[in-house]
């Protein structure tokens, strides 16, 4: 990707009630501060001037979070009964995410489940970082599932790297990036949770992207699949030498993994057959997890059913 200016938004999906977008790497999607040149709502306000709303905050309805470093797919509802659509299918848990990432070292097995809980660090001078349980300072850690595919094992400046595709099946903050650096293989790039401090100064970015979204509403079945940015032809310091798994199969098989059943019934607008390899999805957990979600998107959301 070119770096991120105004004008190079990029869109993988558009209907008359979503769009997706390919967020850049070191791209904020919102900000009330004004020393924030660039941040993705600006670059929807410049692209799609008639699509804000005034009713917002933001101008537009961001249906999840990225982080900051993470480029990738980020999909907007462009009204409130589209967003309350989206809201829904994070909450019953049947929204279908995949990223891709550089990991440090080569990982041996080719499929690993990562099961820790995940929590906030209250640690001083960590207080905006989560951590797995059991680490000192972790507070209220919360069950967190992670399937970890590998790809490819190569070299990254030299450096043993693996690439893999991550299929989160909790939503905890920075779960990926704790989960991966939990098991030893940090992501490459990651300042916060990787490599000591001095000793991430090669990569230009944290090589973490979401390469896919399905979000299977009751109208609309949202399906995007972004581009890989992690190629020798776009990144020079990344040389693979031995193929582990296709990506082009798992693809196939995201595309075709069965949608958990609408809690109320309703139609399913993707049609599945094939399932990811996998334990497939985690039971129900035992706290509810939407609270920071049900904040994030109270300014515009449809109430929540009862």
Not at 203 to 221: D, G, K, N, V
Request: aromatic fraction near 8%; hydrophobic fraction near 30%.
């Amino acid at each position: 990707m070119e770096p991120s200016s105004m004008e190079n938004l990029s869109i993988v999906y558009q209907s008359s009630d979503f769009l997706v977008v390919n967020k850049h790497w070191d791209l904020r999607i919102d900000s009330k501060t004004w020393r924030e040149t660039l941040t993705l709502q600006k670059q929807l306000r410049h692209r799609f001037p008639e699509l804000a709303d005034p009713d917002t905050c933001y101008g537009f309805r961001f249906c999840h979070q990225l982080d900051f470093s993470t480029s990738g797919a980020l999909c907007v509802a462009l009204n409130k009964a589209a967003a309350g659509s989206a809201y829904r299918c994070f909450k019953e848990r049947r929204v279908t995410k995949a990223y891709l990432a550089l990991v440090r070292g080569h990982v041996q097995e080719s499929q690993v489940t990562i099961n820790y809980a995940i929590g906030r660090n209250n640690t001083e001078g960590r207080t905006h970082t989560m951590c797995i349980e059991g680490t000192q300072g972790c507070e209220n850690p919360k069950p967190s599932l992670t399937e970890l595919l590998v790809l490819e094992h190569g070299l990254y400046a030299g450096d043993p790297v693996s690439k893999v595709l991550l299929k989160p099946l909790t939503g905890r903050t920075h779960q990926l990036r704790v989960h991966c650096s939990a098991v030893g293989h940090p992501i490459v790039g990651d300042l916060t949770y990787g490599q000591p401090e001095g000793q991430e100064d090669q990569p230009f970015r944290m090589m973490l992207h979401a390469f896919y979204l399905r979000i299977p509403t009751q109208t609309e079945c949202v399906e995007a699949c972004t581009p890989d940015p992690f190629l020798p032809a776009l990144d020079a310091c990344w040389s693979p030498h031995t193929l582990v798994q296709p990506l082009e199969q798992l693809i196939l098989a995201l595309q075709t993994e069965p949608d958990p059943d609408p809690v109320d019934g309703g139609p399913r607008p993707c049609s599945p057959s094939t399932p990811l390899p996998g334990p497939g999805r985690p039971p129900p957990e035992t706290e509810a997890p939407q609270a920071s979600c049900l904040q994030w998107l109270s300014e515009w959301t449809l109430e929540p059913d009862n």
